[in-house]
């Protein structure tokens, strides 16, 4: 897992370091010091806590006139022993709220596994969009399999359409766009 690093490209867009509205600014990060680990296993040194012994993200891009924020992920997503909704809800999610980014985009390719308890932080997140909304893209069909049989797709949106494998690809302003365009068709059908 080391050697699974977060998307650097964006970085000409957008450092969460140097962003004052982000709950990383003025991290520094040490990329000769991996000390985080999930299971026992290393991470590269530029994800993130987030208060999960499994989970760890990266901020790739926020964009507060749009009103929306992409996220990346590692780990093993788990709900059931460390309640990892909850440490993104209250840690990340809300301080971006504060700002009024009410879109989420989830990228979760580097998500391994997901247990799943109850469904209430989704529910409460899905409530404080409104207008909003929250997509998980690429995760790993049995990863969405888990989420499906925890009522999670009541709140968020993925699969079909929004398993853009081809994301990195594009600058996050037209990723933003393609996802906000699968959103839409999906509300309009």
């Given amino acids: 897992m080391h050697e699974l690093e977060p998307f650097y490209r964006w970085l000409a867009y957008y450092d969460p370091s140097t962003d004052p509205n982000s709950p990383f600014e003025g991290k520094e990060y040490n990329y000769d010091v991996y000390s985080e680990t999930v299971y026992g296993y290393y991470l590269a040194p530029g994800w993130d806590y987030i208060g999960s012994e499994t989970l760890y993200m990266k901020i790739l891009y926020a964009d507060y006139e ?77 990863v969405l399999d888990e989420m499906k049989n925890f009522n999670i797709d009541s709140y968020v949106n993925f699969g079909g359409t929004l398993q853009i494998d081809n994301w990195r690809t594009l600058t996050p302003k037209i990723f933003y766009q393609l996802v906000e365009q699968q959103i839409q068709r999906r509300i309009g059908e």
């Fill in 66 to 142: 749009e009103g929306y924020v992409v996220f990346e992920f590692i780990g093993e997503w788990n709900d059931a022993l460390h309640n990892d909704i909850m440490h993104l809800k209250r840690n990340i999610v809300e301080h971006f709220e504060l700002y009024g980014i009410n879109k989420f985009i989830l990228i979760g390719e580097n998500v391994l596994n997901f247990h799943g308890s109850d469904d209430s932080y989704y529910e409460e997140w899905f409530e404080e969009v409104e207008d909003g909304w929250i997509a998980m893209v690429g995760f790993r069909d049995f």
